[in-house]
Structure formats: C-alpha cells, structure tokens
C-alpha cells in the first residue's frame, strides 16, 4: 500500500521559517516525481515545487521561487520543503503527491499524481 505521510505545518509570523517532511512507503522511491501542492481556503489546488527523485531535477511556482526549497533523502524515503521568509499568502494546506512518471514542466498539475498524503497546514501571521 502506497502511502504518504506529510509533516511540519503550524503557525509562523511573518518572515519566518517552517520545514514541511513526507514520507513515502509502499514503493520504489527512486525514480518517482514528489511534488508539494497546496490549497488555501477557497482556492484551487497549485503546485509549489516538485522533484525528480532520481537525478534531482527540480521545479518551483515562481511565488516562491527564492524563498522554498524541495529537497529529498532517497535513503530515507523522504521530501522537504525548506520554507523560509514566509508570508501571510502562504497560509495553506500543504500536500505531498508521489507519481512514478516524471512530469517535467507539467509538474504543477494536481491531476497526474497518483499519489497523495493527507496534508499539514501551515499559518503565517502578518
């Protein structure tokens, strides 16, 4: 059974920092696409980053370009989200999504991952 576990979400001001982790079982992590997305109240689904977890390869919305990094411990089965200088419009539930396609520039479309965790949610107070 393939599942994904996300972590590290709470209440931030401002400028702060928060480190979001997933942890994926249940398949060969190698090779898969992990992306983070996350969903404000009253608004779509979107994508935030994702990377290949086989070469590395990354991809950002460039909201938060600059600011998140994604990051991944094959050894571990495991995906960060180094989230810094946050900012009230990052008040979200954030999800992590595991597909064992690569998705390329079509990484931000929540529909082609398979796979999904249950998701943390994260409040940056102005």
């Known amino acids: 059974e393939v599942q994904l576990q996300a972590s590290g979400g709470g209440l931030v001001q401002a400028g702060g920092s928060l480190r979001l982790s997933c942890v994926v079982s249940g398949f060969t992590f190698d090779g898969h696409a992990i992306g983070w997305f996350r969903q404000a109240p009253g608004k779509e689904r979107e994508g935030v980053a994702c990377?290949?977890?086989?070469?590395?390869?990354?991809y950002y919305a460039d909201s938060v370009k600059g600011r998140f990094t994604i990051s991944s411990d094959n050894a571990k089965n495991t995906v960060y989200l180094q989230m810094n200088s946050l900012k009230p419009e990052d008040t979200a539930v954030y999800y992590c999504a595991a597909d064992p396609i690569w998705k390329g520039v079509l990484w931000a479309m929540p529909g082609l991952y398979d796979y999904w965790g249950q998701g943390t949610l994260v409040t940056v107070s102005s």
């Open positions: 990377i290949g977890s086989s070469d590395g390869t990354t």
